[in-house]
């Protein structure tokens, strides 16, 4: 992200670099296994771990930490500043403002997970179905 390079381990240990000058910018140890991550469109680490969402800064930061309490966590996306967390029981919806958590649809997901966006769309594939999400 950002011409930088970032190494993030299962097991919880994550480091940024610059990739021309070999320097290490920053490296954290979260002592927690990272089951799913992503980038938000301001450069924010978003990571899911097996019972917390913790967003880091670019700088290596913890700036916001949420418990999430889904028993199977399988993936995470953002939009518009909100975190959706997909659990084999549905959809979780994390408002990062208000800090609340609100389940918007229930639904019994299976593995393999992908997430499409087009237009104002979201479409989720599991191995079973396509599910369309509006905004």
């Known amino acids: 992200y950002n011409d930088y390079l970032y190494f993030i381990e299962k097991s919880g240990k994550i480091a940024s670099y610059n990739p021309i000058s070999s320097e290490i910018l920053w490296e954290v140890d979260l002592n927690n296994n990272i089951l799913n991550y992503l980038f938000s469109n301001d450069g924010h680490l978003i990571l899911l771990t097996l019972d917390k969402i913790l967003i880091l800064s670019d700088k290596g930061k913890i700036i916001y930490s949420n418990n999430h309490n889904s028993a ?18 549905g959809i979780k919806f994390i408002n990062l403002y208000k800090k609340n958590n609100d389940f918007f649809y229930e639904n019994k997901f299976t593995m393999n997970l992908e997430i499409y966006s087009q237009d104002q769309n979201i479409f989720i594939k599991d191995n079973k179905n396509l599910f369309k999400l509006s905004e």
Do not use: E, G, T, Y
């Open 72 to 89: 199977s966590p399988l993936l995470i996306f953002n939009i518009n500043k909100n975190i959706f967390l997909i659990s084999k029981k």
